[in-house]
């Protein structure tokens, strides 16, 4: 039984129907939120500091989002630091967040007078998914799956994604399964180590999405809209329009797009064949099941 509604009061707005982006690394999650950023009415935020720290927590630590009330009450707090409207504001958030709202100040990036909805799209939120349904009972989340090859082939070429597959990352303290870097046991760590880069980036797509189809199982159909990152690229009027009804607002297709979007099957000409084959097999059965080993 979920416990009793908490009303969260931010900027004198009661938070109602917030919206959770959640995707594995490079799966769209930015352009999504720039397209909120930009909807009517929409107070959207995108890794501040504040929820960075408790979301890449629990990410580590699987078992501190499982400590109930706690757990919620931390990522509630976060969140509802992020989204106060300060003067200044603005200035803490890092680089995408301020792109996507057009903020060359210190902001704050809206006034509390033009704010209905708030939403997160902070990377690596997908984690914290269960906590934040208790925190948030009436949330809606909008999930985005990328081809886990195009995945890994733009993790290869993030300094910032590569810095989470350091050995040392696995350390005694580490706790397993650990979906976050996908690894299922301490028997496995080794390996893990071992492993080439694409490997682990395979590793950390295919998580993501088996995480992301559990939500299939514990979500209403009414809270949780997934959409292909191919869908969002080759057609993004059609994407909008259905997230748009799914989220009873209107979101501008405009601004879902920005400048510089990452092309539909980069891999094949920015992987090496061994780590096509690699990523390949790691992955096979999300693949297959997500439609993206068939050839195209």
Known sequence: MRPPPHILVVNGIKVRRPVFVLAAPHSGADLLARALKRSPGFHMTMGRASVAHVVYAFARRPSIAGRGMGATRVLRDALAESWQLLPGACAECPPPCREAGGVTG??????????????????????????????????????????????????????????????????????????????????????????????????????????????????????????????????????????????ETRVPRVALLGPSVPRVGIWRTRLRESDVELVSKVAREELARLGYSRPS
């Open 106 to 247: 210190a902001g704050p990036c809206t006034t509390s007078d033009a704010v209905a909805r708030f939403g997160d799209a902070s990377p690596d939120l997908i984690y914290s998914a269960p906590v934040l349904l208790q925190a948030f009972p009436d949330a809606r989340f909008v999930q985005l799956i990328r081809d886990g090859r195009d995945v890994a082939a733009d993790m290869l070429a993030d300094p910032a994604s590569l810095t989470w597959f350091k050995p040392s990352m696995l350390s005694e303290e580490t706790e397993f399964p650990n979906p976050f870097l996908g690894v299922n046991s301490g028997e496995h760590s080794e390996r893990w180590k071992a492993m080439a880069t694409a490997g682990k980036c395979a590793l950390r797509w295919r998580s993501a999405v088996r995480l992301s189809a559990s939500l299939h199982h514990e979500l209403p159909r009414d809270q949780l809209l997934t959409l292909r990152y191919e869908d969002l690229v080759s057609s993004p009027a059609e994407t909008v329009d259905g997230l748009s009804r799914f989220l």
